[in-house]
């Protein structure tokens, strides 16, 4: 018996000693994770109060820097500016479809009035105040000697933001409060003066509805049966103020000396009332724990995104990660993966481009593969196959754009929605990219053959002397003209857009820039190009020839790949023979003449040079020539390097988007190109400069869609997503050392 009640003691000791060694491992990991997310507070500026439901700069960016969203939600919110919204959040922001627009200056605007003598708490006088943001919410905390308030917004779904409001007595008596919510929408949009957005103020026990005014104003705002819904969870007496106003009052609080009580309401917006029903009603049962789940996936994310380097430089790559992420949108319309936008903050950039998910991708891959995976999935719902009613003979290809609407020819009511032209064929680069984080078989097996046909198109549709160099151009279309007539401004100007690079030198209208009819050999008109062959175009081509033959070769099909690989050899040497000059020492497209054809030296240098060296198509000697020559301050090595157009050529415009800003797409493809060529110590050198120099990069200023190479200053869509892909892609390369 005594042996036994030893044993048993013993092992009593063990077990106390394991739980004691258990709970100190939960707490120092929950420090460690509570100094983490301090680290990553305020990475971008939400601050700003709405005064309509559009205010805009005059480059058509939200005034207010950024908005915070997250779960791909089309409704989003920002901080208070000012002492008098301070307790609520102000907006909230939605996307109207396709514009982002504000419902209110604060729908939930928040008074704490004492249970004792009725007045008003003002929050503004609280010995302690905290405002900040976290990647997984926004958070306010005021401190008094007698109590504390906190609220705070995350996201439980990608249809839900829960505001949370948690009351504490700091006192050694009970004390008593009612907490008062009221709110109204803004009456109508400022360029359409007629229209009122709320048609119906629904109430109910606990909630208040919003359904909205039906309108489509193609370029300024599409609703169909729209509605936004305020509920809460806790009991609360619901009012009317002013035509379509609310107020909501909480019950008196009475609290003992350290209790705290929490009481939560959830804001939630739907495109159709259809959309509602699938949501379902929200189970508020279910929402503390969506919310940890929540939060646990940020924590993941970071632990997947940050691989060292100074905290400046961790706090970028964590800031171009959110600024992703705020720009994800969830399927809705047309739209049946979830993607990322360009920019929620842009008045025409709540869409999805194709070049710009597929570099999206790239970078989402490093932290969210599922999303990186949806990002591109988006884009190939939409591929074209021999089918397709419209375009047949475009099979293999996809849109440039697509929106929440489709275009009117697809039966939508769209105007952003583009089908003209194509966009640089990078997409085999992205999935391979995904494949590399994820080692997903299946995903190479599903988009491998459609990669193929993707790849396919462009010798088809776009090689017009059939050499085996492809150009740029334009699919057939009612703004192009007819066969036999082509209207060529309208096809020089797609083509640009196919290019991506819109208005760059290289496409200016002239005499020798000449449209050129693409036939089959049955005499379909298939499409058109211009009559230049791009050197940015042949090296993608080149990159996609090889990151094809390792999606062969994984899925063990030898000969495919062995074919590939040989492809990659006739390229490469049309590349160095027909694009390179050896005297200026630099890579430029070529334009056709007939028969004839010549490098375009005499129109100067451009970014898109570079590509020879990202892709590997240049030899050692080209590349060394290049790299010793072109990246002096006159050229190619401006403050922000690696600008659009080289700096000494006569077209040189430092702040005219494609025409001399740095596009840090462009900018990553030559750092990786010089890299690949031995020199990582250069590239390593001109990406720390380019990070530090770039206006508000490294602060909590939004991302911007480019530079200016000689000052740096943010220019053009703010909270720009490939910018932010390519700082993350920059950090993993050289500043975090991954």
Request: negative net charge; aromatic residues 12%.
């Amino acid at each position: 018996m005594t042996r036994l009640l030893a044993l048993f003691f013993r092992r009593s000791l063990l077990f106390s000693l394991s739980l004691l060694a258990t709970v100190s491992f939960v707490s120092m990991v929950q420090a460690s994770e509570a100094s983490e997310a301090f680290n990553y507070r305020d990475l971008l500026n939400y601050r700003g109060t709405p005064s309509t439901m559009e205010q805009r700069d005059q480059q058509g960016n939200l005034t207010i820097p950024a908005v915070y969203m997250d779960q791909g939600a089309w409704h989003g919110f920002h901080l208070p500016d000012t002492p008098t919204h301070y307790g609520s959040f102000t907006g909230p922001l939605f996307i109207a479809q396709e514009y982002s627009l504000h419902l209110s200056d604060s729908l939930q605007r928040l008074q704490l009035i004492s249970g004792e003598t009725g007045q008003g708490v003002d929050l503004a006088k609280a010995e302690r105040v905290e405002i900040y943001s976290e990647p997984w919410g926004l958070v306010q905390r005021f401190g008094f000697a007698e109590f504390a308030l906190e609220t705070s917004l995350a996201y439980s779904d990608k249809r839900t933001a829960i505001i949370s409001t948690k009351l504490t007595n700091l006192s050694d008596t009970p004390r008593a409060w009612r907490l008062s919510w009221s709110g109204s929408p803004f009456t109508s949009h400022p360029k359409l003066a007629q229209y009122r957005l709320i048609d119906k103020r629904l109430l109910s026990e606990r909630a208040v509805t919003w359904q909205f005014t039906p309108i489509d104003q193609t370029w300024q705002i599409q609703l169909d049966d729209a509605s936004y819904r305020l509920q809460f969870e806790q009991a609360v007496t619901i009012s009317t103020q002013g035509s379509q106003g609310y107020r909501a009052d909480s019950q008196v609080l009475t609290l003992a000396p350290g209790e705290t009580v929490t009481l939560r309401a959830a804001q939630r917006y739907f495109h159709t009332q259809a959309e509602a029903k699938r949501a379902g009603e929200l189970d508020w049962a279910r929402v503390s724990e969506q919310l940890a789940v929540n939060q646990a996936r940020w924590h993941n994310r970071l632990d997947n995104l940050i691989r060292g380097g100074d905290p400046k430089s961790r706090r970028l790559a964590a800031k171009s990660m959110m600024t992703l992420l705020h720009n994800w949108r969830s399927p809705a319309g047309a739209l049946l993966h979830d993607a990322v936008t360009p920019s929620v903050t842009y008045k025409w950039f709540n869409g999805v481009w194709a070049w710009d998910s597929w570099k999206q991708a790239v970078a989402l891959a490093h932290f969210d593969v599922a999303l990186a995976e949806s990002n591109v999935l988006a884009m190939f719902d939409y591929q074209f196959d021999v089918e397709d009613p419209l375009r047949p003979e475009d099979a293999g290809n996809l849109p440039d754009a697509i929106f929440y609407n489709a275009d009117a020819s697809r039966g939508g009511k769209g105007g952003n929605w583009n089908e003209r032209n194509g966009k640089p064929p990078l997409a085999a680069w992205a999935v391979w990219q995904i494949y590399q984080q994820s080692h997903d078989k299946a995903l190479i097996a599903k988009l491998y053959p459609k990669l193929v046909a993707y790849h396919e198109w462009w010798y088809r549709n776009r090689d017009h002397n059939r050499n085996g160099l492809a150009e740029y151009g334009a699919n057939r279309h009612p703004r192009h003209g007819e066969p036999g007539k082509p209207d060529s401004e309208a096809v020089i100007e797609a083509a640009a857009w196919e290019s991506g690079m819109d208005n760059a030198p290289r496409f200016d209208m002239n005499d020798q820039l000449r449209v050129l009819e693409n036939y089959d050999d049955e005499g379909r008109l298939l499409g058109y190009s211009i009559s230049q062959e791009s050197v940015d175009l042949n090296s993608y081509l080149y990159a996609e020839k090889g990151y094809l033959a390792q999606m062969a070769e994984v899925l063990g099909l030898e000969s495919e790949a062995a074919a590939w690989r040989e492809q990659v050899g006739w390229l490469g040497e049309l590349i160095r023979s027909e694009f390179f000059d050896l005297q200026s020492g630099f890579f430029y497209d070529r334009r056709l003449d007939g028969e004839d054809s010549r490098l375009m030296i005499a129109e100067g240098k451009g970014v898109e040079g570079w590509l020879p060296l990202w892709a590997g198509a240049a030899n050692k000697a080209q590349a060394e020539r290049m790299i010793a020559r072109q990246l002096g301050p006159e050229s190619f090595g401006t403050l922000i390097p690696f600008p659009t157009v080289s700096a000494d050529n006569p077209a040189f415009a430092p702040r005219r988007y494609w025409r001399g800003p740095v596009w840090l797409d462009q900018a990553l493809f030559g750092l990786q190109g010089i890299s690949r060529y031995g020199h990582d110590g250069l590239a390593r050198r001109l990406a720390t400069r380019l990070v530090n120099e770039a206006q508000g990069v490294m602060s909590d200023a939004p991302i911007r869609e480019n530079y200016d190479p000689l000052t740096g200053e943010g220019l053009h869509c703010s909270n720009f997503s490939w910018s932010a892909s390519m700082l993350l892609l920059i950090y993993r390369g050289w500043l975090g050392g991954d």
